[in-house]
Structures are given as C-alpha cells and as structure tokens.
T-cell receptor
Framework: AQSVTQPDIHITVSEGASLELRCNYS??????LFWYVQSPGQGLQLLLK??????LVQGIKGFEAEFKRSQSSFNLRKPSVHWSDAAEYFC??????????FGTGTRLKVLA | SQTIHQWPATLVQPVGSPLSLECTVE??????LYWYRQAAGRGLQLLFY??????ISSEVPQNLSASRPQDRQFILSSKKLLLSDSGFYLC???????????FGSGTRLTVV
C-alpha cells in the first residue's frame, strides 16, 4: 500500500543553520512528490513538486528537495533557515489520478 | 488566476447540531475538489473527493457527507455533529492529473 513517512515529528534549528527534513515514501510506480508548508491556523502552501526529470528540484522560499529512487526518499533542504520558516511541513505523494497521501508532518522550530 | 474560498474560518457548534462548510473555486473549470480533516497533532486525512458535479467519493465512513451542486462548489455537511468531528477542515482543488493541490485557508471547527 502507498504510504508516506516523515520520521521527525519535531525539529529545532538555529537561525542561519542548514535544514533537512526527511520524507520516505512507498509507492509502486514512479511517484509524483510534493512538499507543503503550513503556518499555524492556515492552509497549506505548495513549496515544490517532483514529477520527472532532474532529481533536484527548486522551490519557493529558498527550499530544494532531492528525489532518490534507490532510497525512496524526497528530503527537503534549505541552506540557511530564517525565523519565518518556523511552520509545519508536509510531504505528499500522488497516489493515483485524484488522490494524494500526506505524511504526518514535521514541526520546525527556529531558535533566534 | 485561480482562487479558492473557504468559509467560515472558525466555527463553534454544539453536539448534535448540523454543519455546512462551503468551498468555492474561481478562475478554472472542472476542477478536482477535496475535503481534508486535520486533527490536532496529526496529518491530513482525506474525507471526500470529487471529479465532477454530483460525483463524490468517500474515503472514510463517518458522520459527514459532501455534495457538489455546481462545478466549482463543494460543500461538507453533517446532520448531527459529534465531539470527534472537531478539527481543522481544509478544502483543496487540483487540475485533472497530479499537478499539486491548492488549499483553502481552512475552517477550525470546535464541537462542544
């Protein structure tokens, strides 16, 4: 069955430090992969997506993610975190034409 | 450009009362529409999705129902709310195919 795992429930980093949020998926075919960000009490905003081609994808707000088929991973990275990046981050896989499976999210805290 | 509207933003309802949450999309036609629920500290649970007018699929059997009376209108309803219906409800739309969702700003429902 398709699934998405975000092994880190909470992550705390200092402002200016680098960030990597982990995402592992289970899907039989070539996946469509997404990262979303949610600020408290808000909807979700798409950060980036991977459909095919270059396995390193660039997104908004300075984020990037790398698709590694051999590891079934799609980790999100940012070289230097800003205090405004504090939010909850969700990884998702397109599990068919109409449905998506989301991970349980990683809550990022940024220390000044 | 496309926009998605979801209301109300917050709602406090007594147990046993009815519910109606509305979501509309502008600037596109024949969107796929979705209702998700996000419980505190948990990921997103797909409740319903629709690929066209009066075409609703339910993912999780529960106390809720959905309707799509017009192409760009998606309504989430309940005849009698339960305490367990409390949560953050998100509407989303996508084009046909896996192009990523656009989410509404959400409705915080508290059943008391």
């Amino acid at each position: 069955a398709q699934s998405v795992t975000q092994p880190d429930i909470h992550i705390t980093v200092s402002e200016g430090a680098s960030l990597e949020l982990r995402c592992n998926y289970s899907y039989g075919a070539t996946p469509y992969l997404f990262w979303y960000v949610q600020s408290p009490g808000q909807g979700l905003q798409l950060l980036l997506k991977y459909f095919s081609g270059d396995t390193l994808v660039q997104g908004i707000k300075g984020f990037e993610a790398e698709f590694k088929r051999s590891q079934s991973s799609f980790n999100l990275r940012k070289p230097s975190v800003h205090w405004s990046d504090a939010a909850e981050y969700f990884c998702a896989v397109g599990a068919g034409t109409y449905k998506y499976i989301f991970g349980t999210g990683t809550r990022l805290k940024v220390l000044a | 450009s496309q926009t998605i509207h979801q209301w109300p933003a917050t709602l406090v309802q007594p147990v046993g009362s009815p519910l109606s949450l509305e979501c509309t999309v502008e600037g596109t036609s024949n969107p796929n529409l979705y209702w998700y629920r996000q419980a505190a500290g948990r990921g997103l649970q797909l409740l319903f999705y629709s690929i066209g007018i009066d075409q609703i699929s339910s993912e999780v059997p529960q106390n809720l129902s959905a309707s799509r009376p017009q192409d760009r209108q998606f309504i989430l309803s309940s005849k009698k709310l339960l305490l367990s219906d409390s949560g953050f409800y998100l509407c989303a739309w996508s084009r046909q195919g896996n192009y990523g969702y656009t989410f509404g700003s959400g409705t915080r429902l508290t059943v008391v």
